[in-house]
């Protein structure tokens, strides 16, 4: 029988072997478009996920729904498939992904056609490799190398794969309501989606940074934060005035929209003052020792991005992942013409996000920041427009530890651990899931730190795709045996 240095460098191998294969069927997926948006090339996606995972040795299907299928796909250890082994005596991980993309956005912005995958400085560039094609395929990929090295472990491998995460995961939640039951078994929820986390030098005395000095590191998160999308409207008049015959009496939206918003914060600009807006939130003692163990890397940050100083009293990171935030995304009302128009405006417009952290609700979020501006500014209508609640695996839960070994095994160095995902994802809808609803999720990002996923010239390292893979099969290595 081989031993397990033995099969490490045969799986090695057989990834170095196909790695041109997989490249290829990786820029076939990117040059399909994929935009669940508007519609764009969806159902040739799912048939192309699909044979391009059957291709990978699943048995694979595409679960419809109301709105785009999913693609389940499933691999067992041959003692299973023989019937010498029950499937519940194997441990079984569930890879999740997505196949829809943002839009590309103006097609200027681009150096190289979004959906036309180019190589450059040894990075991909197309709309959707990091984001998230180039993610989940690496956990195809990494099945695909454990079998043909011959080293595929006694687990059960699944991947579910949606077709409307940039777009609310309306599929998603039908399917996870409907019971999922090709997912019920799991015993680890696997994501890999998102950016890894970057560090960057302390630098001298001062914590002086430079720019672009930041770098990405094997990553390890146990949650994500939680997302609240929504717009304000304001209509003060029937039409926009002039400003010095209505000026005075008569307001205008865009002042009523600016005080509306102040309103909602302290006097410093920082502190959310919504009554009602942190109920429920729970960052845990064993959340802030993950956070406490970050580097300190803010200066570098703020070189990067060439910002002059960071809002509130914590540090970067305490910020980061242990608080809600409440962003104006966009404003829109009066003039925006070259020169000067007096014009006192009849409507404005606002639309902003919160991000939420564990134990908060989006949907009682939003009910206390409606009732926050129906008592005070009545000519507001606040319209919720999208939500993923906030997800947490408590950081000592067993399945941790194989990952992180699988990680160090590739990148020859401990992850980063996370407490939470700064953005958001639809994994803690899963819960709702009544045999999923205690099963560990773990965020595992694949993509470069500066990805740039939903941005123009979105891209994915040479480098990053393939540790993705051996990442993904040193994970279902390890957990041969369960956990």
């Known amino acids: 029988m081989p031993t397990d240095d033995e099969l490490q460098k045969a799986v090695s191998d057989a990834i170095d072997a196909r790695l041109d294969d997989y490249r290829a069927s990786l820029f076939e997926l990117l040059r399909q478009p994929s935009v669940s948006t508007t519609g764009e090339g969806m159902a040739e996606a799912a048939d ?44 079984t991980v569930v890879f999740y992904g997505h196949y829809d ?86 015993d680890l929820l696997y994501v890999a989606d998102g950016p890894q986390h970057a560090v960057g030098p302390t630098g001298e005395a001062d914590g002086a940074g430079t720019a672009g000095s930041r770098e990405g590191k094997p990553t390890l998160i146990y949650g994500n934060r939680g997302v609240l999308a929504f717009q304000l409207d304001c209509r003060t008049a029937n039409t926009d005035l002039h400003s010095g015959n209505f000026g005075g009496p008569v307001p205008a939206a865009t002042n009523r929209l600016v005080q509306a918003l102040s309103s909602m914060r302290g006097p410093d600009g920082d502190e959310i003052t919504v009554e009602g807006f942190h109920e429920g939130a729970d960052v845990t003692a064993a959340d802030r020792e993950l956070v406490a163990a970050i580097p300190d890397d803010s200066a570098a940050i703020a070189a990067d991005l060439d910002v002059q100083r960071f809002d509130g009293d914590g540090t970067y990171y305490e910020r980061l992942l242990t608080e809600p935030t409440m962003t104006v995304n966009g404003l829109s009302g009066g003039y925006q013409g070259e020169g000067m128009k007096t014009v006192l405006p ?30 005070r500014f009545p000519e507001l209508e606040a319209t919720k427009q999208s939500t993923f609640p906030p997800m947490k695996t408590p950081v000592d839960t ?16 401990a992850p980063v651990e996370l407490p939470v995902l700064g953005g958001s994802l639809p994994a803690a809808l899963f819960r709702t899931v009544e045999e999923l609803a205690d099963v560990p999720v773990l965020v595992v990002p694949y993509g470069d730190h500066d990805q740039g996923n939903h941005s123009p010239n979105e891209h994915m390292s040479l ?21």
């Open 48 to 91: 192309l996920v699909a044979a391009t995972l059957t291709d990978c040795g699943f048995e694979t299907e595409l679960i419809d729904t109301e709105r785009y299928p999913l693609a389940y796909a499933e691999r067992v250890p041959e003692s299973v498939r023989e019937g010498e082994t029950d499937l519940a005596d194997v441990p």
């Open 101 to 186: 993309v943002q839009p590309p956005g103006e097609e200027d912005a681009w150096d190289s056609p979004a959906f036309e995958p180019t190589v450059s400085d040894g990075r991909i560039y197309a709309r959707g490799v990091g984001d998230n094609k180039g993610q989940f395929l690496a956990h195809a990929f990494a099945v695909d190398a454990l079998a043909a090295a011959d080293a595929f472990p006694e687990v059960a491998v699944k991947l579910l794969v949606e077709g409307g995460e940039e777009s609310g995961s309306a599929g998603l939640v039908e399917y996870l309501e409907a019971g999922a039951p090709e997912i019920a078994d799991a």
């Open 346 to 375: 009849a409507t404005a417009s606002a639309k902003l996000d919160c991000r939420l952290v564990p134990g908060q609700d989006p949907h009682a979020v939003f009910e206390a920041i409606e009732s926050h501006l129906a008592e």
């Open 398 to 413: 067993p399945a941790a530890p194989p990952v992180a070994a699988a990680l160090e095994e590739v990148y020859g160095e």
């Open 463 to 483: 480098d990053r795709f393939e540790k993705g893979i051996r990442t993904s099969a040193a994970v279902v290595r390890e957990l041969d045996g369960g956990f």
